[in-house]
């Protein structure tokens, strides 16, 4: 079955300087890659997803980028700030409404 | 939050008990799920549901039962609790036809005792 890596498994980073968090996956059939931001006792939200057809996509001072060659996709955030700090998940899914695997997160701190 | 609420949202519960948590969505979700969060290892899918009476295991189905008899509720049921069930549950829908994302609902802190 799938596997998924990411890394580090936690980043500081100082206000204002950019954050990347790196994720591997092991099945080439996978084809959508969410990422998710999870704050202390909250619920894993939604932040920017990719699908397999795109190699980047941008949403403000987050990106992500997607390379099924080496199959490894990427979190870049910029021009952090304190309220960025947070666990970030990346998970990989092969098929419609099944099954998502997880990355085991990364623990994102940035110092003001 | 697309409508999705747990329930109880703490629990503790002594070792060999069962436990039914909730999931309750209120905008006709087909598919469902259930995930546990534990650290270091991320969520890890338990069940899922794809309609009503239609469900499958997951990656750590060994000791939970699921059961959806209506769209909008989705039970995960703990037979025999056990230490290592204690856990945070999240829930997860998935929205409409040729939409992948999943959301998640606010989470069920389990602790077995």
């Known amino acids: 079955g799938e596997n998924v890596e990411q890394h580090p498994s936690t980043l500081s980073v100082q206000e204002g300087d950019s954050a990347v968090i790196k994720c591997t996956y092991s099945?080439?059939?996978?084809?959508?890659f969410p990422w998710y931001k999870q704050e202390l006792g909250k619920r894993p939200q939604l932040i920017i997803d990719i699908r397999s057809n795109v190699g980047e996509k941008k949403d403000q001072r987050i990106a992500v980028t997607l390379n099924k060659t080496a199959k490894h996709f990427s979190l870049h955030i910029t021009e952090t700030q304190p309220e960025d700090s947070a666990v970030y998940f990346c998970a990989a899914s092969i098929s419609y409404g099944q099954n998502f695997v997880f990355g085991p997160g990364t623990r994102l701190s940035v110092l003001p | 939050d697309a409508g999705i609420t747990q329930s109880p949202r703490h629990k503790v519960t002594e070792t060999g008990t069962p436990v039914t948590l909730r999931c309750h969505q209120t905008e006709n979700h087909r598919y469902m799920y259930w995930y546990r969060q534990d650290p270091g290892h991320g969520l890890r899918l338990i069940h899922y549901?794809?309609?009503?009476?239609?469900?499958d295991k997951g990656e750590v189905s060994d000791g939970y039962s699921v059961s959806r008899s209506k769209t909008e509720d989705f039970l995960l049921t703990l037979e025999s609790a056990t230490s290592s069930q204690t856990s945070v549950y999240f829930c997860a829908i998935s929205l409409g036809t040729g939409a992948y994302e999943q959301y998640f609902g606010p989470g069920t802190r389990l602790t077995v005792t």
């Open positions: 549901s794809y309609g009503v009476k239609d469900t």
């Open positions: 099945d080439s059939a996978s084809n959508y």
